[in-house]
């Protein structure tokens, strides 16, 4: 998987779980992925396969008033899965401490990163996903 070219037609919830597994397969040692996309675009369906490849068992819910999730995964590592949709902007971020988690080094998904842009990351994977399709989404690379 070629993570600065990805272009990819998602046409079902099983499609979004393979392709976040295989995502997760090619950044071994941890990195933030932002999940730019409307309400129902797959950004949570994306961050259970990702759990999944990382051999999560806890079920990954939809953190919208947990702001932040931790999940230890096998092998001493973390996934933090944060969900900004109730973050206004920067610095509400902060005062939740998103800095801490973006730069731990761990893997790092974050939904609604627009509301903390200015944080992410210079090396953060972002990505794009339109809704082309009752069930068809289209993911692309942010540049
Ligand atoms: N290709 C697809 N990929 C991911 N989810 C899809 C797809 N097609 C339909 N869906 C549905 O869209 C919804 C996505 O929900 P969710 O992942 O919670 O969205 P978000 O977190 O982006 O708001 C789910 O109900 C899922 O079943
Ligand atoms: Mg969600």
Known sequence: MNMENIDFISRSE??????AE????????GGVIAL?????AGKTVFARGFAKALGITEPVSSPTYTIIQEYPAPGGKY????????ISDER????FGVDEYLE?????????PERIAKLLPENTLKLQI????ENERHWTVMK
């Open 14 to 19: 099983a499609d979004t779980f393979a392709l």
């Open 22 to 29: 295989s995502l997760c397969h090619a950044m071994p040692h």
């Open 36 to 40: 730019f996309g409307d309400l129902g």
């Open 79 to 86: 996934l933090y899965h944060l969900d900004l949709y109730r």
């Open 92 to 95: 509400a971020g902060l005062a």
């Open 104 to 112: 731990s080094g761990e893997y790092v998904l974050v939904e609604w």
């Open 130 to 133: 339109t809704h082309t399709g």
